[in-house]
């Protein structure tokens, strides 16, 4: 049964992501953060995963501003296209949850 052994892999990468999750929570309580915003983080990255997937999915004018001397327009017209742009959204997003989390941390220490 070639059905069976994809969901078998499905469920190995959902065990995976559950034990990782398990880590990343186990390491931001050691970190500090209190208990009642780590699972708050542990979900951000699954979110933002999330939206690059729809990011990834969509076309690459979703926006359709006016004309091409409005800001967006402008900054549309000389954007990167299809994939490059996307990962740079994730590589940049994913550096600004990082440095938020670390600027949060270090706020939760002063305290």
């Given at each position: 049964?070639?059905?069976?052994?994809?969901?078998?892999?499905?469920?190995?990468?959902?065990?995976?992501v559950a034990e990782c999750e398990v880590g990343v929570a186990t390491a931001l309580h050691l970190a500090g953060f209190p208990d009642?915003?780590?699972?708050?983080?542990?979900?951000?990255?699954?979110?933002?995963?999330?939206?690059?997937?729809?990011?990834l999915a969509s076309p690459d004018e979703t926006w359709q501003p006016q004309g091409p001397t409005e800001t967006l327009g402008r900054l549309l017209a000389n954007a990167q296209r299809g994939p490059a742009r996307s990962d740079r959204a994730f590589e940049e997003g994913l550096q600004l949850?990082?440095?938020?989390?670390?600027?949060?941390?270090a706020r939760l220490r002063d305290d």
């Open positions: 049964m070639a059905g069976g052994g994809v969901h078998l892999r499905l469920l190995d990468v959902v065990e995976c009642d915003e780590v699972l708050v983080v542990v979900a951000i990255p699954d979110s933002f995963a999330l939206g690059f997937g729809l990011d949850l990082l440095d938020s989390l670390r600027l949060r941390l």
